[in-house]
């Protein structure tokens, strides 16, 4: 191979180089790379983009369950934040009946298991 | 699907020879060469929808083998830790028993190869493309993106700086 000058221009640049020595430049090249590279470059090639394509369906398809239960999660959360303030007992020195908040702004008696099932049998001769 | 595979499996066997040389131009015989051409390729594959046809593929192809290169290099300054394998002797260790012609012709590869490794990035590009890939220099000047002017100003320091370090070595005779 020699090299070819492409226009006036470099014509006189590459004058100045000797010939042999970009032909020693290219068969470096050529030996380093019979050096470096592996067998069968194509088939590498092409294993790692089906991988890598096999990677971006498995994101997509977790991205759309993500996209799915995201509205149902923060329902979910939502739910959890109120039952757990209903059951916040914020009692007061004046709280003589212990009652939770929710409790005192509904006016309902305390309904606990205990009670449900503690049967006054003298209300009934 | 298959056959878009196909047809860049295609684009790969037509590309695999001139990016793996632009390549190890640009690093030398080092391991990371197989990656770096391998990226070069996974990046393609990405980009080929953004590829307008102002260009020709091959420029497009080399352009990013000469950019993935230069990321290498930088990484390579970066991490002090990843020492340069470019001693193209410690390759060829592993054979038994050498005759004089190749002992000689190791020393010049391994004259040739600190040669092009002690130029600068830009002229090191420059001297990958147009003398060892062919490339004219208006190509040159696209894939680089550079002004013409700049790559001939380039090629000279190269040649220059390559004249300077062969100065003492039978390579320039």
Sequence with gaps: ?????????????????????????????????????????????????????????????????????????????????????????????????????????LGLPPITVASAYDINLQDHP | MNGNDNAFRFVVERFMDDVSR??????GPV????????????????????FRGDASLKTFVVRMAINKSLDALRKRKRAAWLK?????????????????????????????????????ENQRAVIVLRLIEDISTEETSRILDVPYGTVLSRLKRGLDRLRIELGESALIN
């Design chain 2, 22 to 27: 632009t390549v190890t131009g640009m690093l």
């Design chain 2, 84 to 120: 340069p394998w470019t001693d193209v002797q410690e390759y060829e260790h592993q054979t038994t028993e050498a005759s004089d012609t190749e002992i000689t012709s190791r020393e010049r590869r391994s004259e040739l190869r600190n040669a092009i490794n002690k130029l600068p």
């Design chain 1, 1 to 105: 191979m020699r090299k070819e000058p492409h226009s006036d221009n470099d014509e006189h640049i590459l004058a100045a180089f000797p010939d042999s020595l970009v032909k020693e430049l290219r068969n470096l090249v050529q030996t380093e790379r019979a050096q470096t590279m592996m067998s069968m470059p194509e088939d590498r090639v092409m294993r790692a983009l089906k991988r890598i394509s096999l990677g971006r369906k498995e994101e997509l398809w977790i991205g759309e369950l993500v996209s799915w239960f995201r509205p149902v999660f923060i329902a979910g959360l939502l739910v959890i934040v109120t039952l757990a303030f209903y059951n916040v007992n914020l009692l007061s020195a004046d709280n003589q009946n212990q009652q939770t908040a929710a409790e005192m702004v």
């Design chain 2, 31 to 50: 391991p990371e060469v197989d990656d770096v051409v391998q990226e070069v390729f996974i990046k393609l594959h990405r980009s080929l929808s953004s």
